[in-house]
Every structure is written in structure tokens, then in C-alpha cells.
């Protein structure tokens, strides 16, 4: 791993943070408050939970502990149910409810520096992990937020500028769940029927230790493991009654991309995305899941027999139509977790076992699914705030680095394209700068070049409120699109897009509430790690 110098990036952090408290209005006063590592008296807390990242040695394989890095929580005010540990090395799951107001002390052991984002969670800026609020080893960051957010699922990781797929690979990850009223009326299930699943890929050495070594070429394409875990664990069979369940889903690895659907074919029902509950379940034959999205399945296990099983796979797709694509081959080896060797994020010739459910018990008692779910509101191009103006994301690569609107990471780095007033909505167009070059209004550039030769699919996520996709074009249409192209949810709120190659998604954000900076970037973290990540300016 490249040498990081800590000190002077500590000198730089606090420069940046000084810089943009005398250059943004109302930040100097109100929001650099909460870089003063201490409790806000005014701010009268609802849950108080004290959460720790530390090295860890935990049982993940058989055999030798595994070394991890891996958050720990303590529940110092609230419903015991906030807080619920995991087996192996992720997180607890924090349970918060709409309207809370929640109270996080987060203390850094780790022997580097740390920040946590708050995925999918919409909260001030210096409440939501951007990396110039990293703390170092013996510190202490106190976040403090109203849950503003729906019922739904969102997750919690590291943040950490050029070390946030290391630490995220090295376990600091975990979820968050909300309830509210609404939710409560549909009846879903619930407790012991309520299911979270965090899928992550990973490689481990003779000695159960975790493996992350990259070369250049898998920094392009992103980190590929050859065992699956789920929840931390490997080979995991989950045993299930004769009713319906409630999966919460969350990719949690790094890079790969999952094509999930069930190995005797019976199609996935979706009632929920990464900003909560759909309008309606969604019935697909299978559904893309890029790094970071999460999904919610209405599974129903009714008139299965005890003592048979049900496979939720990653089926295999072609996702790119570039000469960098390799797929993957090999094969399983050592049980249904562990694959051989697997060459491209972009594309995956095998199908992949991801978790066994093993019917054991027939009961007659089970929730149907709702017909309705929660009423959503469907922004248009009347909501847009200046609908003359699309704000660009423009997906590209020069001299071998993935760069989004021809930049790369800069601490508070932003451009006019960049700046957005608060309290607006915005028309967003994501696409793949195939050409190699900037022009004012949009991309521009010679034909031919590295863009179409590196095209890979790009899971894009923008912090603060989630948004709508509004549209997807995709101009290489073709088997490989014909792969993947029935499993998107385009409904729905979302705070990360897949953005296959040759794809043009637009999509539809409010900007409201906080100013400050707010990051948008790609989340196959090895890119973001690269650079490829920018400011958003809300002012």
C-alpha cells in the first residue's frame, strides 16, 4: 500500500476546513460546531449510541480467527432494539425510526484515520462522513442528525480519503434500518421474518487472513474475491418457515456487481430500493445490484416442503461490450462461497451461490403481499428548478485514471457546473465521456481513445437526498445489454445508479435543508480511492 503521510494530511484537513468555513455562509458558526468532537447541549437526543472502529481477530472461516477492522456499538440511550449485533465482523445494525433524533459517539482505535459516512441518510454536511472530517487514532467524532429519512434500509461505512475500499474491506461496514407509521400499517414481516443480507466477496490467504493485494490492472477493473460471505460468514444456510419473509438486501463488496435471482427460476419480488418502499412490489426475473444499492424482496416459502431448499444466486451476464472483458472463470471450489479466478467486475460467466434457504418447519400462518405499498410522489420536468440546465456527470478516463467531469478528487475542489443552489431541484445526466474531452455546457473530444476500449459499467451514488431516475438510453444495444437490461428498478427513491456502458441514465435530485459539500463519486471503491469522486456545492 502506498505510504500515506498522516500528519501533513491532518495539516491539510484542517486548511480545507478552515478555508471553506471563511468562504461558505453560515458554515464558519453552525456547522464547524460539529468538528469540535463534542456533544451539542442544545440538541436533545432521542438514541445515544457509542460506536467504536478497532482491530478485531473473529471467526469467519474455519479454522484461525481472521485480523479485521470492525465497528462496535454500545447503546447508551434508546430502545434496547437500536441496536443489534452480527456474527463476524460487520457492524451492529442500528435501528432508528423516523423523526428520531439520533446521537452517535464514534471513536477511532484504528492505527490510521477514519471517518463514517452515513449512506443513504440525509443529514448536514458535517454529520454525513465527507473525508475532511477524518479523525485520527484516540479521537472522537460526535454525530447528531434527525432521522429524516423513510422506512427503508441504508447502511453505514468508512469514509476515509484513499483508504475507504481498504477499510471497507477489512470489515467497517454495517446497516441501518428505519421504521415509521406508514410502514407499520402494511403489515410486512417482521422480527424473526425480517432478514438482512450484506453480500460481500472477498479473498483470504492459507491462514484465514484477509487478501487485498491489486495490481494496476485490478485497480481498473476492482476488487474481486473468491469467497462470498454474507452477514460475515461464509457458506451461509438460512433457515426459514412456510411464510412469507422480508429480505433486506445490501451489496456490500467492493466492486462486483450481482445478478440475483433463484436457482429453480421463481421470480424476485422487490417492495423496497435504496430510499425505502416502492409504490407497489415490482415482480422481475432477476435484479442488478451494483455496489452499494440495496434492494427489499417479499419472499413467500408457502407450499415448499420441509427439508427442501431454495438458492439465491448471482446468475451470470455480459456487462461489458469492451476488449477488457473477461468474465469469469474458473469455478467453485470449497463449498457454495468460493469461486476460481475472476477477471473483469463487468462481466460474470458463472453463476455464483450466494445463500441457501433451508425450508425446516410447515406452518399455515402468513401475511400476503399488499397490492399497495407506500404512495410516492413522482418528481417531472415541472419540479426541476431551471429546466434549461442539466448539471453533467460525465464518466471518463485520461492517462489511465477514471475522472468524473474531467476531474479527479480535490478536498474542495468544485467547479460552476458543480454549484448548486439549495433548496432546488436539479436534472442530472450521468453518462460515459467515450471521447476524452471538456467543453463549456458539456463533453467534447476527439473519437476513438481509451473511454470505449476501458468502457465498464459504473455504479454511481450522490450523498445527501435520494433521488429518481427519470430515463435510460443506452446506445450499445446488444447481447450484453440483453444480459442485464430486465433487472433494473427504476422506480422509486435511489441514491446509487448503475450506469452500464454506452448508458445515459437522467435522473431527478431535490437539493434540500443543508449547504456545505456533498460528494457524489463511483462506488466501486477501488475508483474512488483513484479519484474518481467530486463536490457538489450546496449554497
Not at 107 to 132: A, F, R, S
Request: proline share 6%.
Amino acid at each position: 500500500m502506498t505510504h500515506i503521510d498522516y500528519k501533513r494530511r491532518q495539516f491539510l484537513q484542517y486548511a480545507t476546513i478552515g478555508t471553506i468555513a471563511a468562504t461558505l455562509p453560515g458554515f464558519a458558526l453552525a456547522e464547524s460546531q460539529g468538528f469540535s468532537k463534542a456533544p451539542n447541549s442544545s440538541f436533545k437526543a432521542d438514541v445515544e449510541v457509542a460506536l467504536t472502529a478497532q482491530t478485531a481477530d473473529v471467526p469467519i472461516l474455519a479454522g484461525a480467527h481472521t485480523h479485521v477492522f470492525k465497528y462496535t456499538g454500545k447503546l447508551l440511550k434508546g430502545p434496547q432494539s437500536a441496536l443489534k449485533e452480527l456474527p463476524g465482523y460487520l457492524g451492529p445494525i442500528l435501528n432508528f425510526e423516523q423523526g428520531q433524533k439520533v446521537r452517535i459517539y464514534f471513536y477511532n482505535q484504528l492505527p490510521e484515520p477514519c471517518v463514517t459516512h452515513w449512506h443513504g441518510m440525509h443529514v448536514p454536511q458535517v454529520m454525513d462522513g465527507h473525508p475532511m472530517y477524518a479523525i485520527y487514532h484516540g479521537e472522537q467524532y460526535v454525530y447528531e442528525f434527525e432521522v429524516k429519512n423513510p422506512a427503508g434500509t441504508n447502511w453505514y461505512h468508512s469514509h476515509t480519503h484513499e483508504l475507504t475500499a481498504t477499510q471497507v474491506y477489512q470489515g467497517l461496514a454495517g446497516l441501518i434500518t428505519i421504521s415509521n407509521e406508514a410502514e407499520r400499517k402494511l403489515n410486512l414481516p417482521s422480527g424473526e421474518f425480517d432478514l438482512p443480507l450484506v453480500i460481500q466477496d472477498r479473498s483470504f490467504t492459507n491462514g484465514n487472513q484477509l487478501r487485498y493485494m491489486l495490481n494496476r490492472h485490478q485497480r481498473m477493473r476492482g476488487f474481486l474475491g473468491d469467497t462470498i460471505l454474507v452477514n460475515g460468514q461464509e457458506n451461509s444456510i438460512i433457515p426459514v418457515k412456510t411464510r412469507a419473509y422480508r429480505l433486506r438486501i445490501l451489496n456490500g463488496s467492493n466492486s462486483r456487481i450481482y445478478k440475483l435471482g433463484w436457482d429453480d427460476g421463481t421470480p424476485v419480488i422487490a417492495i423496497g430500493t435504496d430510499g425505502g418502499l416502492l409504490e407497489k412490489p415490482e415482480t422481475l426475473p432477476y435484479i442488478m445490484l451494483a455496489p452499494a444499492e440495496r434492494v427489499e424482496l417479499w419472499v413467500d416459502f408457502s407450499g415448499r416442503k420441509p427439508g427442501s431448499d431454495l438458492m439465491l444466486q448471482s446468475l451470470a451476464y455480459q456487462g461489458s461490450t469492451s476488449p477488457m472483458g473477461g468474465g469469469m472463470g474458473g469455478g467453485m471450489r470449497q463449498g457454495m462461497g468460493r469461486m476460481g479466478m475472476m477477471d473483469d467486475a463487468s462481466a460474470q460467466n458463472e453463476v455464483i451461490s450466494i445463500a441457501k434457504f433451508h425450508i425446516t418447519e410447515k406452518i399455515s400462518d402468513s401475511p400476503k403481499l399488499p397490492a399497495e405499498l407506500i404512495p410516492m410522489r413522482r418528481l417531472t420536468a415541472q419540479d426541476i428548478s431551471n429546466p434549461d440546465k442539466t448539471v453533467p456527470i460525465a464518466i471518463g478516463m485520461r492517462h489511465m485514471t477514471f475522472q468524473l467531469n474531467g476531474r479527479t478528487f480535490d478536498m474542495q475542489d468544485h467547479t460552476e457546473i458543480e454549484n448548486i443552489p439549495v433548496n432546488s431541484v436539479q436534472k442530472i445526466r450521468i453518462f460515459h465521456d467515450t471521447h476524452g474531452g471538456m467543453s463549456r455546457g458539456g463533453m467534447r473530444g476527439s473519437r476513438g481513445g481509451m473511454g470505449m476500449m476501458m468502457a465498464m459499467p459504473h455504479p454511481i451514488h450522490l450523498h445527501g437526498q435520494q433521488f429518481q431516475i427519470l430515463s435510460r438510453t443506452q446506445t450499445n444495444q446488444g447481447y450484453a445489454y440483453d444480459t442485464v437490461k430486465d433487472g433494473f428498478i427504476n422506480s422509486g427513491w435511489k441514491d446509487t445508479v448503475l450506469v452500464m456502458p454506452g448508458e445515459e441514465v437522467e435522473i431527478i435530485k431535490p437539493f434540500k435543508d443543508f449547504t456545505g459539500l456533498f460528494l457524489y463519486h463511483c462506488h466501486n471503491l477501488e475508483h474512488e480511492d483513484m479519484g474518481m469522486m467530486r463536490n457538489f456545492l450546496i449554497s
